[in-house]
């Protein structure tokens, strides 16, 4: 149980395009889910907090319009990366909470982005 | 002062020992605390979390805590190279609704 998934597991886009990646929990209801981004050798930075109908709530320093959450429903939560530019090129790692266990978070596999 | 504080290593610990990770946080209304494994190139994975003192024990992990202090810690008995991982650890607010992370303590067992 507990399952989230992201969707593409790594993609290679263009400086100036936008790129979507997909979290999605498979076998619960994610009342919450988290947006974070992981350069090398770093540690995990929380983007936003999305929850099921509501606005994200973005953590300091993160461009709300660069960096578009959507949580239109329980199981999927999208985040895009607008205008993207090499900097941008990092590993974006979702994670998912459940009304039962708010504290109990499930991280989806990851998506590498590199932005060229 | 980061809100959660563990040694980056390197440890570095032989087959079979204990390997002992640390970590102490600054946020006293953090009350549920996990401990997540990253390997490399991966996303984390939940080993265990721990809500009231003392210690709680999940086959070689033992995790333990002590809110007076402010500390945590996650003990790996019989550690394998299988083991060798950054162990994240992460005090959960309530009231804030999020998790804070640390930056990981990275271990290596030597066969």
């Known amino acids: 149980g507990a399952v989230v998934s992201q969707h593409p597991s790594w993609v290679i886009c263009k400086s100036g395009t936008s790129v979507k990646i997909e979290c999605r929990s498979l076998d619960f209801q994610a009342t919450t889910m988290f947006w974070y981004r992981q350069f090398p050798k770093q540690s995990l930075m929380l983007m936003a907090t999305?929850?099921?109908?509501?606005?994200?709530?973005?953590e300091q320093g993160v461009e709300k319009d660069k960096f578009l959450i959507n949580h239109a429903s329980l199981t999927l939560s999208t985040l895009t990366v607008t205008s993207a530019h090499p900097e941008d090129s990092s590993f974006y790692i979702c994670?998912?909470?459940?009304?039962?266990?708010?504290?109990?978070?499930?991280f989806g596999p990851g998506t590498r982005l590199t932005v060229l | 002062q980061k809100e959660v504080e563990q040694n980056s290593g390197p440890l570095s610990v032989p087959e079979g020992a204990i390997a002992s990770l640390n970590c102490t946080y600054s946020?006293?209304?953090?009350?549920?605390f996990f401990w997540y494994r990253q390997y490399s190139g991966k996303s984390p994975e939940l080993i265990m979390f721990?809500?009231?003192?003392g210690d709680k024990e999940d086959g070689r992990f033992t995790a333990q805590l002590n809110k007076a202090s402010q500390y945590v810690s996650l003990l790996i008995r019989d550690s394998q190279p299988s083991d060798s991982a950054t162990y994240l650890c992460a005090g959960y607010n309530t009231n804030a609704g999020k998790s804070t992370f640390g930056d990981g303590t990275t271990l290596t067992v030597k066969p």
């Open positions: 994670s998912a909470t459940s009304g039962v266990s708010t504290d109990t978070q499930y």
């Open positions: 946020d006293r209304g953090s009350q549920s």
């Open positions: 999305s929850n099921e109908g509501s606005k994200a709530t973005y």
């Open positions: 721990i809500y009231s003192n």
